[in-house]
């Protein structure tokens, strides 16, 4: 029976109820309901056992309208925690008042509204005449919700004058079974799986409600949401549509006819997209399971790429030679998901015949559900009985084929020399034997529950008694005949830590070396947070030593302020060697208190004992704004809600969302939204829990961002930038939320982007990359959670080394280029060189011979002056015209300056004038001085050309950038 979550205001903490003011101002008493005492009950957030004794109709509450009221009466009950999934609701009116109960509605909300506005679970048809309702009903509702309203908005008659009252409650008690959303079982203790969208699930069984997967073994934790089924295969060892079945698979050996047997392990790695190809018209896979065992589902994956539908054929059988004689299990034309099968045997043989030998078959997985014939129970975790004859029963361990050598029983636990002859109860006669003990630990005070696993461990009948590591364990008790039982241990004295010791009917058990438990002496070192609202459901983690024993409901936790204690619900234990601790959740306070001790108490006998302080704050206040958030519907967008007191709670989550609400500030708090519920409107309301303390949060969905694939693989030129076409690209998402990766390391440079298109520059070196070609790189656009692969990226290197050599040709133009220029410069300098070499000494030539004739001119003229003396006649140069050409006295005073003219590189001496040779010279200097400086000015505008051209030249370089290294570790 599932606990039941107690809404009478007896209890303290745990609800509250509310009903509707009559004109008289009828004010609620909390006498109004059954007033037992229950103010001793578990708090507010644990759930307690059902009450089964008698109401008492004197304390039945009476709601009552006159004919100037509204139309309707009401009691509401509001949950102490956030919300419950409510399975039942029973109610108790008062008795001989059924007719006031006619036509009344019973809801379940999450909202207060009056006239309610949730979910209907029942309503009474309405009469004025019997029959009239039972007044003690039990209603099915199987919702999720925080408050449940009995709604009565129809009168009643009552006497001989058929007076018509107005609505009238009088109800005098109320049982609202379920559990506290996220737990499960008969007590609610059990955590629903994580798997589960939101972590809910159905109180009874623990199956998810609104889907997801039901445990962890579908392969990378992948599932259809909706229908849990695992989407990309399976982890080791399980099969099925939901991974929760035993794959035998996994230990077999596989064969397959027509292709390479090495890859025929990948019909069984769990994985639906590895797969074996083969081909032929008579294709045969063999699966040896190395043991007989029994089967009782086959799953096989198949791709038939043929237009020729051929048979498939399924066989069993126990020879692998001898499958054609075998037991045929499937024959059909096509393979349906599952085959539903009760059989014995080693080998399955799967046939396909086609009649086109170019046929092509990939068998992607193969999962057949058993048990090795030594094992069985859920997943095959359990160990058949040692004496069974052939397999055993897959549910019940039974020796459904016999018992060996005479043994005898359900699971052959008797042997033929240990049975009573004269005992009814067949008492066992033999020693008994020990398998395990479990838990494996707990604390020196002893009272931990063990629970002792073997055989011959005697009935209820027998004298049983057991020793642990020295230390007695009381109050034995026989759970499974023979197998299984169950004792308390004691206070741990110190003398011995290993052995076990066990007596049955004085047939005796011994082993004093093996150590079967461990005891521990826990301590207690802090505890975080230190805070938490008055709502509770604060998640507390409890740091200690030796404290994280093993088993359900070991530890008992209170925080207390030496006149009163809350209780606080274990959730989690945490095996760790260097931080082992226990979580638990914060039960509700009433008002603010500083809780100044937390209590431990673990297997009933050690209390634990730490003096720090935790304190109760109010609850967080909300500002809700009335402009309505966007969100996409893939979910992830961020979103801030405003009040007051965020920093008190200790994590604000989204319902549907793995990472908690982040806290910048007390007065705001920014979260992310879940993915848009399928089959559900745009506009959506979402919960957001700040710890116990729940508020419905509107968001309305838009359309995701999509786009389209790349038209093949996209040539990049290192140059120019892509396009990426989409539609609803702006949608809620801003450009910085968009990143697009190039390769394993490269980013796409957004330059522009709109509602359907992006334009990106993708880095100029090759990122890195897992594809073979190593110039080819994947583009995947990331946009808050959307992922997409759009297509494939190459660089091409032609662009760069290829197209006629054109990069090629280009350089090497400007180098050729470069190197003329230089060559013409060299050689320009050389010819200088030699023209001023040559016009150098042919003027020292000229100059000597103009020397030489001057000279003999002087001594041709000495000697005519000689004569005229001797003669007294006068006489005439013959050749006056040497003095007038050459002028001796300027010569001689510019001799030294026309050799150093000559070698400052005057080149043309054939310019000078015939009348003043040296002036002209100097003249001609003066014009080179100008020339050269000309010269100059133009050489430095050379070369800043060149300058120029050099760094054009360099630019032409610029973004070729040296490729990452594939081999180079750090990139």
């Not at 529950?449 to 011959?456: A, E, Q």
């Not at 939204?673 to 919960?687: A, S």
Request: proline residues 5%; negative net charge; glycine residues 6%.
């Amino acid at each position: 029976m599932l606990s039941v979550l107690l809404i009478h205001t007896t209890v303290v903490l745990t609800v509250t109820a509310q009903q509707n003011l009559t004109p008289f101002g009828t004010a609620f008493q909390s006498s109004s309901f059954d007033n037992r005492d229950r103010s001793k009950g578990k708090p507010a957030n644990a759930v307690n056992p059902p009450i089964s004794n008698s109401y008492s109709l004197e304390t039945c509450s009476s709601t009552k309208l006159s004919e100037s009221s509204i139309m309707y009466a009401w009691w509401m009950f509001e949950f102490s925690f956030s919300t419950a999934y409510i399975t039942d609701i029973s109610i108790y009116y008062r008795e001989n008042y059924a007719i006031r109960m006619s036509g009344f509605k019973l809801y379940v909300t999450n909202t207060s509204t009056i006239p309610p506005d949730g979910y209907l679970c029942y309503e009474d048809r309405f009469s004025l005449n019997p029959p009239y309702p039972n007044i003690t009903q039990t209603i099915p509702c199987n919702k999720l919700g925080k408050y449940v309203i009995y709604y009565d908005d129809k009168g009643s008659v009552e006497n001989s004058r058929s007076k018509v009252f107005l609505p009238v409650v009088e109800l005098c008690y109320v049982d609202i079974n379920g559990c506290q959303k996220t737990f499960w079982g008969s007590s609610c203790e059990i955590s629903c799986a994580e798997s589960c969208m939101e972590q809910h699930c159905f109180p009874g069984n623990g199956s998810c409600i609104f889907g997801g997967c039901s445990d962890k073994n579908c392969l990378k934790s992948n599932c259809d949401r909706d229908t849990a089924v695992c989407t990309e295969g399976c982890k080791i060892r399980r099969t099925g549509s939901y991974c929760d079945k035993y794959n035998m698979v996994f230990e077999s050996s596989i064969l397959i006819n027509t292709t390479d047997n090495e890859q025929a392990r990948l019909v069984k790695d769990g994985n639906l997209t590895s797969c074996v190809i083969a081909q032929g018209s008579n294709i045969l896979v063999q699966v040896d399971l190395m043991e007989i065992g029994i089967v009782t589902e086959i799953y096989i994956t198949l791709i038939v790429n043929t237009t020729n539908r051929g048979n498939h054929t399924i066989y069993a059988s126990n020879a692998s030679d001898l499958w054609v004689n075998g037991t045929v299990l499937y024959r059909g034309e096509s393979v349906p998901t599952v085959i539903n099968v009760s059989s014995i045997f080693r080998y399955l043989t799967y046939v396909s015949r086609n009649q086109n030998k170019f046929s092509e078959l990939e068998v992607c997985e193969i999962g057949i559900v058993g048990c090795p014939p030594t094992h069985y129970g859920p997943l095959c975790s359990k160990l058949c009985p040692e004496y069974c004859s052939g397999p055993c029963d897959l549910e019940t361990g039974n020796c459904t084929y016999g018992c060996a050598n005479g043994w005898i029983g359900d699971k052959c636990e008797l042997g033929p020399l240990c049975i009573e002859p004269n005992s009814k109860n067949l008492t066992t006669n033999c020693s008994p034997e020990i398998y395990q003990v479990y838990p494996a630990s707990g604390p020196v005070n002893g009272g931990t529950l063990l629970t002792i696993s073997g055989n011959y461990l005697g009935n209820n009948n027998d004298s049983i008694s057991i020793d642990i590591g020295g230390v007695r364990c009381n109050n034995v008790t026989v759970t499974t005949p023979y197998t299984e039982l169950t004792c308390v241990i004691g206070t741990y004295n110190a003398t011995q830590t290993t052995g076990i010791f066990v007596s049955v009917n004085a047939n005796r058990y011994s082993d004093l070396n093996a150590i079967y438990f461990t005891f521990k002496d826990p301590k207690i070192l802090n505890f975080s947070p230190k805070k938490g609202i008055l709502s509770g459901n604060t998640t507390v983690a409890i740091k200690g030593q030796y404290i994280d024993f093993e088993g359900q409901n070991r530890y008992t936790i209170y925080f207390c302020d030496g006149v009163f204690c809350i209780e606080c619900s274990e959730s989690q234990t945490i095996f760790s060697l260097q931080n082992p601790q226990i979580k638990c959740k914060t039960g509700i306070s009433s008002e603010p208190r500083n809780m100044t001790q937390l209590n431990i108490v673990i297997d009933g006998l050690t209390e634990l004992t730490l003096n720090e302080t935790f304190q109760y704050l109010p609850d967080p206040t909300f500002n809700i704004s009335t402009e309505i958030p966007k969100a996409l519907q893939s979910g992830g967008v961020t979103f801030t809600i405003r009040g007051d007191g965020f920093n008190n709670v200790g994590s604000i989550t989204v319902e549907r969302v793995d990472n908690p609400c982040n806290v910048p500030e007390d007065t705001s708090t920014e979260c992310e939204t879940p993915p848009r519920l399928k089959n559900q409107p745009n506009n959506q309301r979402i919960d957001v829990h700040f710890d116990g303390v729940t508020i419905q949060f509107p968001i309305e969905y838009v359309e995701d961002p999509t786009f389209e694939m790349f038209q093949g693989i996209v040539l990049y030129d290192k140059e120019s930038s892509i396009e990426i076409e989409g539609r609803n690209i702006l949608n809620v998402a801003r450009r910085e939320d968009y990143h697009i990766n190039i390769g394993l390391d490269g980013i796409c440079l957004i330059t522009d982007i709109s509602m359907d298109n992006i334009t990106c520059y993708p880095p100029k070196s090759v990122p890195r990359t897992n594809n073979i070609d190593d110039n080819t790189v994947h583009v995947i656009v990331n946009v808050i959670r959307i992922k997409v692969y759009i297509g494939d990226l190459q660089y091409n290197t032609k662009t760069s080394t290829g197209n006629g050599n054109t990069f090629v040709m280009i350089v090497g133009i400007l180098v050729a280029g470069l190197v003329v220029s230089i060559i013409i410069g060299i050689s320009a300098v050389l010819v200088l060189r030699r023209k001023k070499t040559k016009a150098a000494t042919e003027f020292k030539m000229k100059i000597k011979a103009k020397e030489e004739i001057i000279q003999k001119a002087s001594i041709e003229g000495e000697r005519i002056a000689n004569l005229r003396r001797e003669d007294g006649n006068a006489y005439t140069e013959p050749d006056e015209s040497v003095y007038d050409e050459i002028n001796v006295e300027e010569e001689k005073s510019t001799r030294g300056n026309s050799y150093l003219d000559v070698n400052e590189g005057y080149d043309e001496l054939g310019q000078r004038s015939p009348k003043n040779p040296y002036n002209q010279l100097q003249q001609t200097r003066d014009d080179i001085q100008r020339r050269d400086i000309k010269n100059n000015e133009m050489n430095a505008d050379d070369q800043l050309q060149n300058n120029k051209r050099r760094n054009d030249y360099l630019s032409l370089f610029s973004g070729y950038e040296k490729p990452i290294s594939r081999n180079d570790q750090q990139n």
